[in-house]
């Protein structure tokens, strides 16, 4: 089958421009979103957007200052939701199912606190992770990586300016850990460092900056009252970012995760069919 594809650019009020594709019927209801990670990075999702579109319109965009959408101001968790809430309005989408990943998450999340009303049902695919995740993701990047990988991750991180391809090395060496199959990885993320381009990296710092002075730790226990009716954790079970973390949330939010084994951090690469089926079983219970 077929399925209709669209994009278009919205104007955000404060002046921003931010490009959007929707693949599907978008007459139909629900509407769901898919909030790609980063932050700074373009949309990637596009291999996860035909695995329910059949079922949904399935909507993704960049988020502002990446990709198609130029922006050179300063960035905050309150625009990035700000962003989403217009876009909806944009697309004549009152609520919608959001289905998030990575940083992404983080931004449902956020997005879930001021606008309940407008969540239909929510999916956090591999985070938010709470407690001291750090710790355990830097150690097992250690054990997947050679000691001359680290070394020359660290004097590529240490360079003031970065050429091409150096860029392309470090993001490399950064994200072929995220896979459970590190040799796999390797290609995964050669291919991702020159497609997800360019990153924005002030945008990652000033959103790292304040994810640490108002952690969304803080709020979980008015998230665990906001939340939609239906709402789920997913994660790669061989997430270098230990699963222990997804399993406090779990805990703390009272909601189901589902551990998709022999993946990663985009589990959808390594177990593309476990990962179609979950996502199908939970937007098609949403229709229902």
């Known amino acids: 089958m077929t399925l209709m594809e669209t994009q278009g650019l919205v104007p955000m009020t404060d002046g921003a421009r931010l490009r959007w594709m929707a693949l599907g019927d978008t007459t139909r209801r629900p509407a769901v979103i898919l909030l790609h990670g980063g932050p700074g990075l373009p949309d990637y999702l596009g291999d996860v957007a035909p695995m329910i579109a059949d079922l ?11 990709g198609r959408s130029p922006w050179r101001g300063p960035h905050s968790f309150a625009r990035h939701v700000d962003d989403l809430a217009e ?4 697309w004549d989408v009152p609520s919608a199912v959001l289905i998030g990943h990575s940083y992404g998450t983080d931004l449902a999340s956020r997005f879930c606190l001021r606008h ?3 969540v239909t049902a929510m999916l956090l695919m591999c985070g938010p992770f709470v407690g001291d995740w750090r710790t355990g993701d830097r150690a097992e990047r250690r054990r997947r990586m050679s000691a001359a990988q680290q070394e ?15 860029e392309v090395e470090l993001l490399t060496l950064a994200w072929f850990t995220d896979h459970a199959d590190t040799e796999r990885g390797w290609h995964w993320a050669a291919q991702g460092a020159r497609r997800r381009r360019p990153v924005n990296w002030p945008m990652n710092g000033e959103l790292g900056k304040e994810g640490r002075a108002d952690p969304l730790e803080g709020h979980l226990a008015d998230l665990r009252a906001r939340l939609p009716a239906r709402a789920e954790i997913l994660g790669g079970a061989d997430d270098p970012r230990p699963v222990s973390a997804l399993e406090e949330l779990a805990l703390r939010l009272a909601l189901p995760l589902t551990r998709i084994e022999g993946a990663g951090h985009e589990p959808w690469l390594e177990q593309p069919d476990a990962v179609r089926t979950h996502l199908r079983r939970f937007v098609q219970a949403v229709g229902a």
Do not use: F, M
Not at 87 to 90: F, H, T, V, Y
Not at 152 to 166: I, S
């Open 87 to 90: 876009l909806l309005d944009a």
């Open 56 to 66: 949904a319109p399935v909507y993704r965009y960049d988020q502002r200052g990446t």
């Open 152 to 166: 020359r991750l660290r004097e590529l991180e240490g360079l003031a300016d970065r050429t091409e391809e150096q």
């Open 116 to 118: 309940s009303d407008r």
